[in-house]
């Protein structure tokens, strides 16, 4: 017999539900709504009342293709439906056929991501797929897929915001092509549309000048004891001089380079192409590493001929050295900004040398131009009262 418990039922307390036997957890709320807890993990909402040939209890639907609420409005009916002496169980629903989930997943990686995003993208589109999507509504009819369920399937998910969030958009992405690939019926409505997302913190670090200056420190220190590859070093002192993103500094070819110009001329940066103005500094480090090999890649890997593939390793040994536990790599771009604006730089010109697209992602930055315009502000009025207060 299962065990009987009580507690107000949310779609977010049922998820975290875990027994050892089997055990009934009951609605404050509603008399005679619960969910029936089994040690596989499974879980199914129940209603039960007493009808005029006795109690009734009736399988209400699974946690999971239902979430809580439905459940409950759902019982609502069923235990009014046995108190009158009614039927309790609708007639079934004609099940829908058609591709699955999962068949529009793999149309739209090999068609869709394979062909319009980068490998980067591409690479976390297919683990968001992989490691979310495809487990929990894989095996479901496109066509069938409710609100209800990528409802529950996003909460689900809760306890990593940016991970649910981005599952939201692939999964509404997935679900606009199918339209136009004819997968599911023509004016369906998009099942993940006016879902609310998670609110995402953004992490934004940004360097001072005594852990720049740390920073260069631990820089000299890994070159001269070779603590680090001298690839990794530039490769790190370039992000910080130009703010570029890491595929950007790290993909570079020697034919971006036009040093006589002063700039980086890249084909293919996340936003289309861009030229990325070079500052002297950056300049005389590029052409000491062009001149020190001939290989195609500036940032060459330890093999001849390959490219650095990356700097994580290096990085953690810096900034630990340098006192910067918990610094990212990409809080250089942030420190450029930041420092940028310090000095009275203009937002749409910090958007042009990070390589925005468009003047609402460089507008995250907008609060630190205030901070300054505030720091200034104070300095000047101290400076004005310091001369009042002598009359």
């Not at 056929?97 to 995003?117: F, N």
């Not at 005389?284 to 890997?301: K, Q």
Request: charged content about 25%; overall charge positive; glycine content about 8%.
């Amino acid at each position: 017999m299962a065990k009987t418990k009580h507690g107000t039922l949310s779609s977010r307390a049922v998820g975290k539900l875990r027994v050892h036997k089997d055990t009934v957890f009951w609605d404050r709320e509603l008399t005679g709504f619960g969910v029936r807890v089994y040690p596989t993990g499974s879980k199914v909402y129940i209603a039960q009342a007493r009808g005029p040939e006795g109690p009734k209890r009736v399988a209400v639907g699974r946690h999971g293709v239902i979430n809580a609420d439905e459940a409950r409005k759902r019982a609502a009916h069923i235990i009014a439906r046995i108190k009158a002496g009614e039927e309790a169980v609708p007639k079934p629903m004609k099940p829908v056929c058609g591709p699955t989930v999962a068949e529009l997943c793999a149309r739209y990686m090999e068609e869709y991501v394979s062909v319009r995003c980068k490998p980067g993208t591409a690479a976390l589109y297919r683990s968001v797929i992989d490691r979310h999507v495809l487990p929990a509504l894989g095996r479901l009819p496109i066509a069938a897929l409710s609100r209800a369920q990528v409802a529950e399937f996003h909460q689900g998910l809760y306890e990593t915001p940016g991970v649910a969030n981005m599952a939201l958009r692939v999964l509404s992405s997935m679900y606009r092509l199918a339209a136009g690939w004819g997968m599911v019926p023509e004016g369906a409505s998009n099942p993940c549309k006016a879902l609310v997302k998670y609110p995402e913190r953004r992490r934004e670090r940004f360097l001072t000048d005594s852990e720049f200056t740390r920073l260069g420190e631990a820089l000299d220190e890994a070159e001269a004891r070779c603590g680090a590859s001298a690839s990794a070093v530039a490769a790190i002192r370039l992000l910080a001089l130009t703010g570029c993103r890491r595929s950007e500094i790290l993909g570079l070819r020697r034919e971006d380079v036009a040093l006589e110009a002063g700039e980086l001329r890249l084909p293919d940066s996340k936003t289309g192409a861009r030229a990325v103005a070079l500052p002297p500094q950056a300049v005389e480090l590029l052409a000491g590493l062009l001149g020190a090999h001939d290989g195609p890649w500036v940032i060459p890997g330890r093999k001849p001929g390959t490219r650095l593939a990356n700097v994580d390793e290096a990085w953690r040994t810096i900034r630990k050295r340098a006192g910067l536990e918990g610094v990212r790599l990409h809080d250089l771009r942030h420190s450029y900004a930041s420092r940028a604006l310090a000095l009275g730089e203009a937002l749409p010109v910090i958007g042009k040398l990070l390589g925005h697209s468009r003047l609402e992602t460089t507008a995250r930055y907008a609060h630190l131009a205030r901070d300054s315009a505030k720091e200034a502000a104070d300095r000047v009025a101290a400076s004005i009262e310091e001369y009042l207060l002598q009359g």
